[in-house]
């Protein structure tokens, strides 16, 4: 049973860092696709950056250059760090996974069955 926890939200003020951590289990590592969303209040859920199975990444522009996706296959983890917070980064972050989805499709929703519970990360200005 594919099962994911996140941690490490919180409130933080603009300019300052957070990082979250997913930890994962029921699937190898190396045959997921792994990823971060996010949902704020009235606004659909985005793709914020994700790994594809070999390691290959893919960020959204709104977060490039100043959040890093990582994962851990050892500790079967996933972290986000997100530096340069700004108010538009508020929201309810998710982590997900699925096998195996193709690069181009890495941050849309759709293609991820497994999600976990959520963290909220409040940034204010």
């Known amino acids: 049973q594919v099962q994911l926890v996140e941690s490490g939200g919180g409130s933080v003020q603009s300019g300052g860092s957070l990082r979250l951590s997913c930890v994962t289990s029921?699937?190898?590592?190396?045959?997921?696709?792994v990823g971060w969303f996010r949902q704020a209040p009235g606004k659909e859920r985005e793709g914020v950056a994700a790994?594809?199975?070999?390691?290959?990444?893919r960020y959204a522009d709104s977060v490039n250059g100043r959040f890093t996706i990582s994962r851990d296959n050892a500790k079967n983890t996933l972290t986000l760090q997100m530096n340069s917070l700004k108010p538009e980064d508020t929201a309810m972050y998710y982590c997900?996974?699925?096998?195996?989805?193709?690069?181009?499709?890495?941050?849309?929703?759709?293609?991820?069955?497994?999600w976990g519970q959520g963290t909220q990360v409040t940034v204010s200005s």
């Open positions: 997900a996974a699925d096998r195996s989805v193709q690069w181009r499709l890495l941050l849309r929703s759709s293609e991820y069955r497994y």
């Open positions: 029921g699937f190898t590592a190396n045959t997921y696709s």
């Open positions: 790994i594809g199975n070999y390691g290959t990444t």
